[in-house]
């Protein structure tokens, strides 16, 4: 007989809720640190000197020694952030009323369809796994599904909305703080990141657990059932990401290539300068993209990695024999994670302190070092405590032995795995290294070698993250099947509190750059916020290709769940019923892609029409004796985004539904496979070829090296090139690129949710023919 866990019942009924209860504290913790940086004037000497806090020569300001009104550079950088955090916070609001409807929408098709499977019946029903046992009705099934949808779907809405006020209320206290030097307004700008980070990961794991255990109260002995249930959790995140990373991706992006193209390239004027009409609009398009949107999609990652891995756990030796602990082993991993995360944010905000702008990069590649490696030891824990010695997973029918030092592979490998893809992307995306250096120095011959080079090296960033993919799947399904391809996405976002406050940093310092210079402060501070924003920059790319990465992870464990529910015992390619699945499903990404990039153009065509007519009709703009009219340019980056946010949304909602009740079940399987296997190479090449186009304009920009002051200075011809590279690069890193990862994922958790509906009732036109 096999030996029990040795963590009981008990413990696992403390362990989660205490750690995801440390993680929101420390997320308040963190913020009210940053609330100590106060958005009003020092206090005053009689001699108009400031008068220092305690600190002595290291809080000596920059606006002392140039001189200028430290009195009106802080009141201009308060109504600046409130101008962006009013405009995020009336965007999103808008967003969520036409999100809103959606969600109720589909809510009642969910109950709708999975309640139809057994014709609305209140009897209970045969086991579909346990055979000789009986389950709760199909009809319960339905409204649990449904009330764990609205859950996850709120959870979604309110992390990327917290996200949002967190970001737009650290910016500019990050631009103060730079006149101090560039390490406090790294530690304001990470802190604020932070928050973020433990909020969603610690408030995501929270509402799960209580879930379960809510729902346990009605299901009992029915584990199966219960846990089917509960995937509709991780559709209601993943449904709200979708649109939440489309409509503020074409937002942001409509608002920053219009700034970009009339305000660098035609008028020849810095970058967030505040004669641009369009700079207000950019800088609350960093939060509703970059963080709202990021925020919603990696809680939606993360929970649907949980739900496929319980889901899998459910029918096998865990859910059969009742075993909490080992049950709960995908919510140890994350309540593990949320403390590895704590202590890894300790050394980048207390125990080193940064000096100088070189060691800002460093310092946030240490925070994904430090955190896998501590997490590696506390996997190793929990696998050694959570499960018992021995146990056996459901594979496609049959049942596989395994043992938990084989469970333990399977979650590093994805943990490292994460890392490679990580610093992969890093590489070819930073301008520290030649891959960029080579896009900048093609610049010399214009924008259309630019785009070629930068091309080329987004297709060639595919190739080593891919095989790292590969290399975890092979692994994770030889050791457990498809519940270790489950627990190796769940390793690579068990640093997920880290990995969102690295991502959130970025644009919170782009947001502190763009303060400082509509505040009119001095060249160096800005040179400072820059800095920041370069690193966050690569460090947004780190994170895109986590949630890439993950993304092929969960999908292939959730495509798993899904096929063994719908009882296909193989997924034969070679008949056409999947063959035209697959190859439809292959072409989806493509579809997507042409829709969220041509919404990005068409809405960036009327700003960049917008702006040149303020620039054309308002006399005094340009010498900036009179101000532009910001508030027209939000508003035609609102209501793009939210008109054009519905279609693709509704081709990724709509498609599994479509496919399951025409075509069956393994047409589906077909569809589920194309779209995974070419959406991860599209996502990671559009990410990687955009930042690859943004570093290689900062990095003219900056003009660190002799080969960098040789393509400059700003306003050069190898300048003008590379800014429209970020340009056309923009739509593919912030809207393609990162809403192909909900794609594959959303398709294949509405296809689990809704299988006992297509395998009971879908393949209507196959049925007739």
């Not at 600190?55 to 920059?62: K, T, V």
């Not at 962006?84 to 999103?92: K, R």
């Not at 995306?429 to 011959?445: E, F, K, L």
Request: hydrophobic share 50%.
């Amino acid at each position: 007989m096999a030996l029990p866990a040795f963590l009981p019942e008990l413990a696992t009924q403390v362990v989660v809720p205490v750690a995801a209860v440390v993680g929101i504290a420390f997320a308040v913790l963190q913020w009210v640190l940053v609330s100590k940086v106060k958005l009003s004037p020092e206090p005053r000497r009689g001699d108009g000197s400031s008068v220092k806090t305690g600190a002595g020569a290291s809080e000596y300001l920059i606006e002392e020694e140039e001189g200028l009104n430290e009195h009106n550079v802080v009141v201009k950088c308060a109504e600046i952030q409130n101008a962006i955090s009013e405009g995020a916070t009336s965007f999103l609001f808008t967003e969520y009323k036409y999100v809103g409807l959606f969600m109720g929408i589909f809510a009642i098709l969910i109950f709708l369809f999975l309640g139809s499977v057994e014709g609305f019946s209140t009897k209970s029903q045969p086991c579909h796994y346990s055979k000789g046992k009986t389950c709760k009705p199909a009809l319960a099934n339905a409204l649990f599904s449904t009330i764990a949808f609205v859950l996850g779907a709120v959870t979604s809405l309110v992390s990327g909305f917290l996200g949002m006020k967190i970001a737009t209320y650290a910016n500019a206290r990050t631009t103060l703080e730079a006149r101090k030097g560039v390490g406090k307004a790294f530690i304001t700008a990470f802190r604020s990141g932070a928050v973020m980070g433990f909020l969603l990961a610690a408030s995501g794991l929270f509402v799960l657990y209580i879930a379960i255990n809510l729902f346990g109260i009605y299901y009992g002995d029915d584990w199966e059932g219960l846990y089917e249930a509960i995937t509709g959790y991780g559709l209601g995140g993943s449904s709200m990401a979708l649109f939440g990373r489309v409509g503020g991706g074409i937002y942001t992006k409509a608002a920053d290539v219009g700034a970009d193209l009339v305000g660098k390239v035609e008028r020849n004027i810095p970058e967030d300068d505040p004669r641009n009409p369009a700079v207000i609009a950019d800088n609350v398009g960093d939060n509703v993209g970059d963080i709202a949107g990021m925020g919603s999609d990696l809680f939606g990652s993360y929970a649907e990695s949980s739900c496929a891995a319980l889901v899998v756990a459910s029918i096998s030796s865990f859910g059969i024999n009742h075993e909490f602990t080992p049950m709960l082993y995908p919510l140890l991993i994350s309540s593990v994670g949320i403390i590895a995360c704590l202590i890894t944010t300790l050394f980048a905000t207390d125990f080193f302190e940064i000096k100088a702008v070189d060691q800002i990069e460093p310092a946030l590649k240490k925070q994904l070092i430090i955190s896998t490696v501590v997490m590696t030891v506390g996997i190793a824990l929990v696998s050694w405590l959570g499960l018992p010695y021995s146990f056996t997973i459901f594979n496609f029918g049959a049942q596989k032995t395994v043992y938990n030092w084989q469970l333990f592979l399977c979650v590093a490998v994805g943990l490292w795995a994460g890392l490679v893809i990580g610093f992969v992307t890093e590489y070819y995306t930073s301008n520290a290294y030649s891959p960029v250096q080579d896009v900048a120095d093609s610049c010399r011959t214009g924008a259309a070698t630019n785009v070629i080079f930068g091309l080329a090296l987004g297709y060639k960033s595919v190739i080593i993250p891919i095989f790292a993919i590969a290399f975890s799947i092979f692994l994770s399904f030889s050791l457990a099947a498809m519940y270790g391809v489950a627990v190796a996405a769940l390793g690579m976002l068990s640093t997920i509190a880290t990995g969102l406050a690295i991502d959130a940093y970025g644009p919170i310092s782009d947001n502190a750059g763009g303060i400082a210079e509509m505040a009119g402060m001095s060249h160096r501070i800005r040179e400072r916020t820059d800095a920041l924003d370069a690193a966050g920059n690569t460090t947004a790319a780190i994170g895109k290709g986590f949630a890439i990465g993950s993304a092929a992870l969960v999908s292939l464990a959730l495509f798993g769940a899904f096929v063994s529910r719908a009882e296909i015992l193989t997924v034969d390619v070679l008949t056409p019923k999947v063959f035209i699945g697959l190859i439809v499903g292959a072409m989806l990404p493509y579809w997507f892609s042409a829709m969220t990039m041509k919404s990005v153009g068409s809405a960036a065509l009327k700003m960049v029409e917008e702006v040149r007519r303020q620039f054309n009709t308002i006399p005094g703009l340009m010498e900036g004796t009179t101000k532009p009219d910001y508030a027209t340019c939000v508003k035609i980056s609102t209501d793009a985004s939210i008109k054009e946010m519905i279609p693709p949304g509704a081709l990724v909602m709509l498609t599994p539904l479509i496919v399951g009740i025409l075509f069956g079940v393994e047409t589906l399987s077909g569809v589920l496979a194309g779209a995974l296997v070419s959406g991860v190479q599209i996502a990671i090449s559009a990410s990687n070829t955009g930042g690859a186009w943004d570093n290689a304009k900062k990095y003219i920009e900056a003009g660190a090296s002799d080969h960098a002051k040789a393509l400059g200075p700003k306003g050069s011809d190898p300048h003008k090139a590379a800014v429209i590279g970020d340009t056309i690069g923009d739509p593919l890193k912030d809207t393609s690129g990162p809403s192909l990862n909900i794609l594959i994922k959303l398709m294949a958790v509405e296809s689990l949710v809704f299988a006992p509906f297509f395998a009971t009732h879908g393949g209507i036109l196959f049925k007739w023919l």
